[in-house]
């Protein structure tokens, strides 16, 4: 009988589907024989086809109408309580050879893994509406546009796919006429319905794959519905197997946000930062400077596409369409362009709290706390329930083009000319308010050797601080000592002199009495002016082992309300501190085996000599 239907299905699929694209064709139909849905359906993008899919998740109780009119056209979807986050334990990079995965990632052999994954499919989806949703990171006008095919049985991220990428029938017309190349990503929430069984607000499954083939590259993600497990193109596609397209034709996948910032008289830089998820990427992207005179505009709050161009510029595109950002935190008094983009509407809010007005909440959002909400689990909640209204991980997912702030170059297939690039950490210590590395080499060693606590982000222990590499530790799409090369590499592709400079910066030290020393957010901009002043050739720094720092006076604090004692602390390099890092990087080192770049080597020998601990 399952048979009987599933080759019907191959029928109609040939019959119906609004291309002619041959492999498309095939793996459209196999999948469908494989995970037998109730049937097919092809996303157009539309905004008539968002707001029908959305109004049935409604009717089927999986999304909540927001109806406060703070929040026009927008949702509220609620996880299941143990799919919330990345899940890195889960993750995998299925390359031949276990080497070319490396150290950071999970590997097992591509064939026992298909294996594994195609029992798991076996009428994954029955019960359910098959989507098949076309997309493109980046620019659709691209000299080699990079395609994507996402298969899933989940609603939710269809809707959230429209946000966070380029998708529906002018990409599948562009795949179609450029008979182009796509990356077959493949998701289910592993949640299949027998006849008659009701179906959950989210459905998902104890078993979760998130794996990756980057030789073939192609996606297969199973049992989870949430973020980076789910939206295929976000860290899948465009770090994951990106990375491994970009180590192969000489370009960088990275996990970063990217900033143009004009200064008073009038000049622009493009600044990207590196920081590891729910580190401050969204907030600096969006910053709003407290420095009289400076403007800021934003391309990007997440990935950054790198390319070495012929006129020996680092040229830098924003590969995704929206933002997927941390909502605890986000606020009129920290992140006002945030929250401006969120309240034009079309947002898609996960796992936050609702209010009795129809509208939502989460910590931070408000300075007071209301005093009745629904928190994210659907309980009620005042400001004295023990836990958070809003998970920790709860997420805001809007169109990038409705910030005030988009520079223009967003649109650029070509992107925008990279000046300088930011690693940033969330340390209590060690890692100053900022430092501008010694080369570009010493650029790559800060950032190989980037170390940070971890977040809700993804499961694990919030708090335990761990070495994240560029803040690619997740996202490495092969063996970590080729992904540093890659680095290296750059500087032979487009000469030294060329290079933009590279800052270590902390938004996140904490002073004796635990809070943090520096207030962050729109006066990050002091840093940034500092930043800008050095690639000017200007402002004051004291050479320390590990590159210059500000002196005290060099930063403009004009305005700035910190205490003497605060400031110290947050600019402070601590020798000590570092000779306490030293045993953690050379350790780290140990882990590369012989993929560890000798660069590396040298320069963790430099840092000991300046240290005196040689
Ligand atoms: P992902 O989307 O997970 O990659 O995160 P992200 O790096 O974009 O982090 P985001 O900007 O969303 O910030 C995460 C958390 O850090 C939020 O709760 C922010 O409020 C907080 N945060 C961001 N910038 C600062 C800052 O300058 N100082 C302090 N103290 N907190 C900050
Ligand atoms: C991150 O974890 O770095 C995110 C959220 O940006 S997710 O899309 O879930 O990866
Ligand atoms: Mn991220």
Known sequence: MVENAASGLAAQIEDTAPTKHKPLLEWVKETAELTQPDSVYWVNGSQEEYDRIAQEMVDAGSLVRLTDPQFPNSYAAFSDPADVARVESRTFICSEKEEDAGFTNNWKDPSEMKAILNDAFDGAMRGRTMY??????????????????????????????????????????????????????????????????????????????????????????YGSGYGGNALLGKKAYSLRIASAMARDEGWMAEHMLILKLTSPEGKSYTITGAFPSATGKTNLALIDP????????????????????????????????????????????????????????????????????????????????????????????????????????????????????????????????????????????????????????????????????????????VGVVRRDPMAMLPFIGYAAGDYVQNWLNMEDKIGQENMPKIFLVNWFRRNDAGKFSWPGFGENSRVLKWVVERLEGQGQGTETPIGVIPTEDALDLNGLDISEENLINSIQFVAQEWHDEIPMIEEWFTKFGDKLPAAMTEELEGLKERLGLK
């Open 132 to 221: 098949v949703v076309p997309f493109v990171m980046g620019p659709l006008d691209a000299k080699d546009p990079k395609f994507g095919v996402e298969i899933t049985d989940s609603p939710y991220v269809v809707l959230s796919m429209r946000v966070m990428a380029r998708v529906g029938s002018d990409v599948l017309n562009k795949i179609e006429e450029t008979d182009a190349f796509f990356v077959p990503a493949l998701h289910s929430v592993g949640a299949p319905l027998e006849d008659g069984q009701e179906d959950v607000t989210w459905p998902s499954s104890d078993t979760k794959w998130i794996v990756h083939f980057p030789e073939e590259r192609s996606i297969v993600s």
């Open 290 to 461: 407290t420095l009289e005179g400076w403007t800021a505009e934003t391309l990007g709050d997440d990935i950054a596409w790198i390319t070495p161009n012929d006129d020996n510029e680092l040229r830098v595109v924003n590969p995704e369409y929206g933002f997927f950002g941390v909502a605890p935190g986000t606020g009129w008094h920290t992140n006002p362009n945030a929250m401006r983009a969120i309240s034009k509407g079309n947002t898609i809010f996960t796992n936050v709290a609702l209010t009795p007005e129809g509208g939502v909440w989460w910590e931070g959002l408000t300075k007071e706390k209301p005093a009745k909400l629904t928190d994210w689990l659907g309980n009620a909640w005042t400001p004295e329930s023990a836990t958070p209204a809003a998970h920790p991980n709860s997420r805001f997912c809007t169109p990038i083009d409705q910030t005030d702030m988009l520079a223009e170059e967003y649109y650029s297939p070509d992107g925008i000319k990279l000046d300088a690039i930011l690693f940033g950490g969330r340390r209590d210590n060690a890692i100053p308010l900022v430092t501008e590395a010694r080369s570009w080499q010493d650029g790559v060693f800060k950032g190989a050797t980037l170390s940070s606590a971890q977040t809700a982000a993804a499961e694990g222990t």
